[in-house]
């Protein structure tokens, strides 16, 4: 549509008759088109000094117009905007070429009110200079989002909303006045989502809904101050930007940072040994209050300084909700995990060399290590630390302590180190392999046979089913040899000898034997045995078949539960790590292995276990350490076997 001569007339701009079209009326004649698609872009060009547009209010769909090389520029004698957008509508203007708008005396350029949108899209390319004459705005009044093109405004209100262009601010912007005439500046904040529903206050104030752009900032107009404190809501999290905009014109940028609890993980604590952790949290203001829920008995949080403290007296993993209130009351939340071990863990906490590097860097659950260094070196100290310092300690199958390096003398060529931790009063263990210098990589089994079942080894093939056993089948004999004789092999965990049969204990219902190759480099492959041991079909007849007597010591009193169960109680006054021993009897033989079970009992309720399996006719006696508490109560009995298998139950002996 052409604006031309000023006899042109004016072009306005309704709601059509029909759902989703629009009514233009425009021309000299003032000729009426109605039930245009909302779609369709109405194209403006020429120059007037009397004509306007106008895009009346509440129209449903947004209107499209593009201004090319349009200029309305109004003598300032008559009362009329150059270009005015209805409340409750909203135009998609796009730039071609230069346009001007300027308004009648008091009158706005381009008028936006309250409740109006303009969206100046990222299609423009040219430009559009506002004016407002006698001291009106240039853009004035509602929402306006400028995505492309150049504008100039002379001056402007209401909520300005910049994703890209370039905008020139003349005349009274950067500073403006807010309605209670106070200056303002433009604040832009960064570092904030990009493309979202936010909410913020300022200083504490009232709280004010907006949107980020596709780049993540905010632009804010606010009124100058020394400091100024913004808080911020995002996409459930809250930001928080600090800065001074105490110089009029100034147009301060802020980084918004992230209000959080900085602390991601607590250390693992041991029952019955004193426990302290710290909790942080960075970008919310202080001073902050704490609260935990789920904390391990025994451990307490200090709500002013976020320290955790205490002795715990449960063991496992626990989940402990964590949230921080800071001075304005932003809350933010956070879920830690904590673990609480037995003293008798096989795991390492640390391990290093004296030369090279560990490659990965250490995780007590991966077991292979590289070590790269000189090829001339004669020696290597390795150091490491155990979980639980009672744990038996070996490097290079020399005795070892937690936390003092072993010096372990290298051959020519490639080395692979053992370090075989062995819980205390069991035989439980876990190895870790340093390779030193390694560069073979051959982590194949050379040869795999077993006592009971048939298997058909080949080293392509990882996995075998031994298919069921009969009850009575407690243990079978596995042999092993890697194909690389400088390889080393683990079973389940512990270290394997080369062609040397080696007993393995079936619970009753499933068992996973894992016999891990690890080459001259690291590399390893794990070769695993399914077995499946069937279930008793009636406990064993014929009365005792062990008979269990504890040892006498001054930290606890002996004495009988019922069904004539051992029991050994701590006496008042007696706490921490102690050491509970009997002695074992058998009365009636049985093939194979048995398992001493000793239960740890606080205020009736079970706390913990521990477990000692081996051939009681040959053995006789065990011990199991606990942490306690005075009152607690040990007791200690005789079974086939123990399993985690669902449905499974140990038979007494």
Do not use: H
């Not at 609260?291 to 063991?315: H, I, K, R």
């Not at 290597?380 to 744990?391: R, S």
């Amino acid at each position: 549509m052409v604006l031309g001569r000023d006899s042109e007339g004016n072009i306005t701009v309704s709601a059509g008759t029909n759902t989703g079209t629009i009514e233009v009326t425009y021309g000299s004649a003032q000729t009426t088109l109605d039930n245009i698609a909302s779609t369709q872009t109405i194209t403006i060009i020429g120059s007037s000094t009397a004509n306007t547009v106008t895009v009346n209010g509440s129209i449903p769909d947004a209107v499209n117009i593009t201004l090319s090389g349009a200029n309305i520029n109004l003598p300032a004698t008559g009362s009329s905007i150059a270009f005015s957008i209805g409340s409750g509508s909203q135009v998609n203007l796009s730039l071609l070429g230069t346009n001007t708008l300027t308004g009648d005396d008091y009158y706005a350029g381009l008028g936006v009110p309250t409740g109006a949108t303009l969206d100046i899209t990222a299609a423009s390319t040219g430009s559009l200079a506002t004016t407002g004459n006698n001291g009106a705005a240039g853009i004035g009044g509602g929402t306006v989002n400028i995505n492309g093109g150049t504008v100039t405004a002379s001056a402007g209100s209401g909520t300005l909303t910049i994703n890209g262009g370039s905008v020139n601010a003349k005349n009274i912007q950067p500073v403006v006045y807010n309605s209670n005439s106070v200056t303002e500046s433009l604040v832009t904040v960064s570092g904030l989502p990009a493309s979202a529903s936010v909410s913020y206050t300022v200083n504490g104030g009232n709280s004010v809904s907006c949107s980020t752009d596709a780049n993540g900032m905010l632009y804010l107009w606010l009124p100058l101050s020394t400091t100024v404190n913004i808080d911020i809501a995002a996409n459930g999290s809250y930001y928080v930007a600090t800065g001074n905009i105490g110089n009029a014109g100034s147009n301060p940028n802020l980084t918004a940072l992230l209000y959080t609890i900085s602390t991601t993980s607590l250390p693992p604590g041991i029952i019955g040994q004193p426990y302290s952790a710290s909790l942080s949290a960075q970008s919310g203001t202080a001073p902050y209050t704490w609260s935990a829920s789920g904390l391990p008995a025994g451990l307490t949080l200090d709500s002013s300084t976020g320290s955790v403290s205490g002795t715990p007296t449960d063991t496992g993993n626990f989940s402990v909700a964590v949230t921080v209130y800071d001075m304005n009351n932003e809350k933010v939340s956070a879920t830690l995990t904590l673990t609480v071990n037995q003293t008798f863990s096989i795991d390492l906490t640390g391990l290093s060399v004296s030369q090279g590097t560990l490659s990965p860097g250490f995780d007590k659950n991966i077991v292979a290590y590289q070590v790269y260094t000189s090829s001339n070196l004669s020696s290597l100290d390795v150091t490491v630390q155990t979980a639980d310092p009672a744990a038996g300690l070996t490097i290079g199958g020399q005795t070892a302590e937690s936390g003092v390096g072993r010096s372990v003398y290298l051959n020519q060529g490639a080395n692979l180190i053992p370090v075989v931790v062995t819980a205390p009063g069991g035989d439980n263990q876990k190895a870790y392999i340093l390779s030193v210098n390694g560069t073979v990589g051959d982590d194949n089994l050379g040869s795999l046979s077993v006592s009971t079942g048939s298997l058909s080894f080949n080293p392509g093939t990882t996995t075998y089913n031994l298919g069921s056993v009969d009850s009575s089948v407690s243990s079978l004999s596995l042999t092993a040899s890697p194909d690389d004789p400088k390889a080393l092999m683990l079973l389940n965990g512990g270290l394997l000898p080369a062609g040397v049969p080696t007993a393995v204990n079936l619970a009753y219902g499933s068992n996973e034997i894992a016999v891990m190759v690890v080459a001259q480099d690291a590399a390893t492959k794990t070769y695993t045995i399914d077995v499946t041991r069937n279930q008793a079909t009636s406990p064993p007849t014929g009365g005792e078949q062990y008979t269990v007597t504890p040892v006498s010591d001054p930290s606890y009193t002996i004495g009988t539960a019922a069904g004539g169960v051992p029991t050994m109680t701590v006496n008042s006054g007696v706490s921490g790590f102690k050491y509970f021993t009997v002695t074992i009897t058998p009365v009636v033989s049985q093939a194979g292995n048995e398992t001493a079970v000793f239960v740890q009992y606080r205020s009736g309720e079970q706390i913990a276990i521990n477990a000692i399996n081996t051939d009681f006719n040959s053995v006789n006696g065990a011990q199991a350490g606990f942490n306690v508490q005075s009152g607690d109560m040990v007791k200690v009995f005789i079974v086939d076997a123990l399993t985690n298998q669902t449905g499974s139950k140990p038979n007494p002996l």
